[in-house]
């Protein structure tokens, strides 16, 4: 059974910092290409970051320089580790499996930054 489970989200303060996770299971976790997405209300779905199988990483524009997308292979965990939130970022935090093999969507975790 193919599940991702997300957590380490919070409530943090501007300028504040969270680590988040996902623990992938029921795939081949270390070759799949994997992804971060959010969702803030009232808006679409979001790509935030994705890494390789080896470690390649991409960003979207609103994140570079703030926050940073890596991977267990060992752990079949993922990671989001945000630095300088702001406001903006407050979403609910997904991870998905992309390719060889597309995942579902976890249930998310909330992430709030207070200003």
């Known amino acids: 059974q193919v599940q991702l489970v997300e957590s380490g989200g919070g409530l943090v303060q501007a300028g504040g910092s969270l680590r988040l996770s996902c623990a992938a299971s029921g795939f081949a976790f270390a070759v799949n290409f994997m992804a971060w997405y959010r969702q803030a209300p009232g808006e679409q779905r979001e790509l935030v970051a994705a890494?390789?199988?080896?470690?390649?990483?991409n960003y979207a524009d609103f994140v570079k320089g703030r926050f940073t997308i890596s991977r267990d292979n060992a752990k079949n965990t993922m990671y989001l580790q945000m630095n300088r939130m702001q406001p903006e970022d407050t979403a609910v935090y997904y991870c998905?499996?992309?390719?060889?093999?597309?995942?579902?969507w976890g249930q998310g975790t909330q992430v709030t930054v207070s200003s």
């Open positions: 890494i390789s199988r080896f470690g390649d990483t």
């Open positions: 998905k499996g992309l390719r060889p093999f597309s995942s579902s």
